[in-house]
């Protein structure tokens, strides 16, 4: 078995999605700890069926400021995943002011919540083109660069939703399984070109994600205006491991390993991070 080396990424660059914040934000910070110049985008305005707050400019220029107090560089650039223009733009912009790109997180996505028969044409398109649409095409934005420099390392940001059915999810359940089938058919035909590709498979994730008034309803239906100490017993109850939810420093630590070097041979697979659930998987 080869060395895993993940902490070494001097001189690397790394393109972000979805980067203002939570799991985003905290990948580029672990990124750059171990040396990575860093590339960010993010929507950083709202999509009108997501029922809690999408990131600001100042998150996205936050983590700038944090990126750069660890003496690295960072890019970031306001664009939309479900825009080819702007992605184009965006990498585009990245390689020309930091040389390359070495690793993609295609990272950003959204989550919405409503009974199948009652989810509406707006909800699924706009659940779909971000979480499914948004990562092919940001695949399809920075892999040729990839293909061309023979060298690179893809993680998406699928879910635990994508590995089985979860009720009132329809929609980002559909799109998060979608996006392992992105990643298996990519990883295929770059396989013998250098580059890599794999998911990693999250379950609650402690991000503004999970913490909003709108899935604490979901969670606590009996209770008028549920509090993060009303729902806390009730996502530790869905876990193996009794905690409500991981702390995104531990997504980060599984996206190193897949980003290293070392992990070479590792490619099309799906890594949980999600307090034990894959133990009920087949
Ligand atoms: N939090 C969880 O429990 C959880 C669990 C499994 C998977 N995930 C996935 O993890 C990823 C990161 O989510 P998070 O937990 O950090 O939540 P988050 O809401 O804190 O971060 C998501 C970021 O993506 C950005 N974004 C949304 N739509 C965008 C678009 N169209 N273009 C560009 N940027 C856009 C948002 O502004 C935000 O900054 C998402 O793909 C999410 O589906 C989250």
Redesign the pocket.
């Known amino acids: 078995m080869g060395s895993v080396d993940a902490g070494n990424l001097d001189g690397q660059v790394a393109f972000i999605?979805?980067?203002?914040?939570?799991?985003?934000?905290?990948h580029a910070l672990a990124l750059a700890r171990e040396g990575a110049d860093i590339a960010v985008?993010?929507?950083?305005?709202q999509?009108e069926t997501?029922p809690?707050p999408?990131?600001g400019i100042e998150?996205?220029e936050e983590t700038v400021r944090q990126v750069e107090a660890l003496g690295r560089r960072c890019v970031a650039v306001q664009?939309?995943?479900?825009s080819t223009e702007q992605l184009e733009a965006a990498v585009a912009g990245a390689i020309e002011e930091l040389g390359r790109i070495d690793i993609l997180l295609a990272?950003?996505?959204?989550?919405g919540f409503g009974v199948f028969w009652e989810i509406t044409d707006q909800m699924w398109d706009e659940m779909v083109?971000?979480?499914l649409t948004?990562v092919f095409k940001t695949m399809r934005a920075v892999v040729p660069h990839m293909i061309e420099r023979g060298y690179g390392r893809v993680v998406a940001?699928?879910?635990?939703?994508g590995r089985m059915g979860n009720p009132n999810l329809a929609h980002?359940v559909a799109a998060?399984w979608g996006v392992i089938g992105l990643v298996k058919t990519l990883a295929l035909e770059v396989a013998d070109k250098g580059i890599t590709v794999n998911a990693i498979?999250?379950?609650?994730?402690?991000?503004?994600?999970?913490h909003n008034d709108a899935l604490y309803g979901l969670f606590a239906p009996d209770i008028e205006h549920p509090t993060k100490a009303d729902v806390e017993p009730r996502y530790t109850a869905m876990n193996p491991i009794p905690e409500p939810?991981?702390p995104?420093e531990e997504?980060s630590a599984a996206v190193l390993y897949l980003v290293s070097e070392g992990a070479r041979s590792v490619s099309g697979t799906t890594l949980d991070v999600c307090m034990g659930a894959s133990a009920r998987m087949p």
């Open positions: 999605t979805g980067g203002a914040r939570g799991q985003g934000r905290s985008c993010d929507i950083a305005a999509l997501v809690y999408l990131a998150d996205l664009a939309d995943v479900r990272n950003a996505g959204v989550c083109d971000t979480d948004g940001t699928s879910s635990m939703g980002y998060k498979c999250p379950a609650t994730v402690d991000t503004a994600m999970v939810w991981t995104v997504i």
